[in-house]
């Protein structure tokens, strides 16, 4: 294919809406700082407005793009992706740019990629469930060995499918092992229940996604407390930073019974110096170490991705280690205002290509 010209490239922002009212003008997008960087480098950039019921006329749009970004969530008001990603993976066939590919975000973007790394640094004690007898008896062999756990279900975003659990009383027969359950989700109950209830209530999951729904767990950072740190990823270099006091699966405050809101995430450029430790491992080995282990060419990372990270336990020099909790790539946002260039420059490169 011969190369094109990033002048006059135009470039799809995707995300879901009703693509019968008119695109809102890029300046009143959440994504307008995308749209303006496009246009200060010389591409245009236009929104793409993505539901079942238009899949037709979105694909006739995206075929006329040179490339496109997209922001879908795995499941959205209870949407998933299985008619976009076969439409994404159709256009990426005809020479059109995805950002990210759907079958790089099963590769890397889903948790079960903390199965696939679990020999990393960041890893460890990962444990993976594909049926109902494995989450039954794996997750209770874990809870007996190692104690509290925090379970995860394959793909989900802002707390959904993930749970604090902590084995409360001990049961001969697993099914009857009583649990305390800690939801991520805001505003969720604490709650106790049976094993056997527990993974009864989780049973749909596993048809999910054309039947690949699956669970992860892995233990429970006690360091919590200090904060997740997030890092923006353009690529295979660190395109910024982000810090925040999380209260999801964090103890609850005395006498509370629901998850509290959690305080603002803070943006920071990629030379903060707090977080160049973590920036150096990243971009000197883990990065490469990850796309070894999950198949994926550094031409195919996305143009933004994240990786959130909790403290582990210190080292004997009192160093600190760091554990992977998720990768996120289907709709990275907000992002730090420094990784935005980063983005548009690696989406460009490779329309180009």
């Not at 998933?80 to 975000?105: K, M, N, W, Y």
Request: net charge negative; hydrophobic share 40%.
């Amino acid at each position: 294919m011969a190369k094109r010209h990033t002048e006059n490239a135009r470039i799809g922002l995707l995300w879901r809406g009703d693509p019968a009212r008119p695109a809102p003008p890029p300046g009143e997008t959440r994504l307008r700082a995308f749209f303006d960087e496009f246009a200060a480098r010389g591409a245009e950039a236009a929104a793409v407005i993505y539901a079942e019921e238009a899949h037709d006329l979105v694909r006739e749009q995206l075929l006329s793009l040179d490339g496109v970004l997209v922001w879908v969530d795995p499941i959205v008001r209870g949407r998933e992706r299985l008619a976009l990603d076969a439409l994404l993976r159709e256009v990426a066939t005809q020479g059109v740019f995805v950002s990210a590919h759907p079958d790089v975000i099963r590769r890397m973007g889903t948790k079960e990629v903390l199965y696939r790394t679990r020999g990393l640094p960041w890893g460890g004690d990962i444990q993976l469930y594909r049926t109902p007898g494995e989450l039954l008896a794996g997750l209770l062999g874990a809870l007996r060995s190692t104690g509290p756990r925090v379970l995860k279900q394959n793909r989900g975003s802002g707390g959904n499918g993930v749970w604090r659990v902590e084995l409360v009383r001990d049961e001969e027969s697993a099914a009857d092992a009583l649990l305390r359950v800690q939801p991520a989700e805001r505003g969720a109950s604490v709650v106790e229940m049976c094993l056997g209830d527990f993974v009864a209530e989780r049973m749909p999951y596993f048809d999910a996604f054309g039947g690949t729904g699956c669970f992860v767990d892995q233990p429970y950072q006690d360091r919590i407390g200090e904060g997740m740190i997030r890092a923006y990823i353009s690529g295979d270099r660190v395109a910024g930073f982000g810090h925040q006091f999380v209260t999801a699966l964090a103890p609850l405050p005395e006498g509370a019974v629901e998850t509290p809101a959690p305080p603002p995430r803070y943006y920071f450029a990629p030379d903060k110096p707090e977080f160049q430790d973590l920036r150096r491992k990243l971009e000197s080995g883990w990065v490469a170490e990850m796309q070894e282990l999950c198949g994926v060419a550094t031409s195919e990372l996305p143009a933004i991705w994240d990786a959130d990270f909790l403290l582990g336990p210190r080292t004997a020099a009192e160093e600190d280690t760091y554990v992977l909790c998720e990768i996120n790539i289907s709709g990275v946002f907000p992002i730090p205002h420094e990784a935005v260039a980063p983005l548009v420059t690696w989406t460009l490169t490779h329309v180009a290509g």
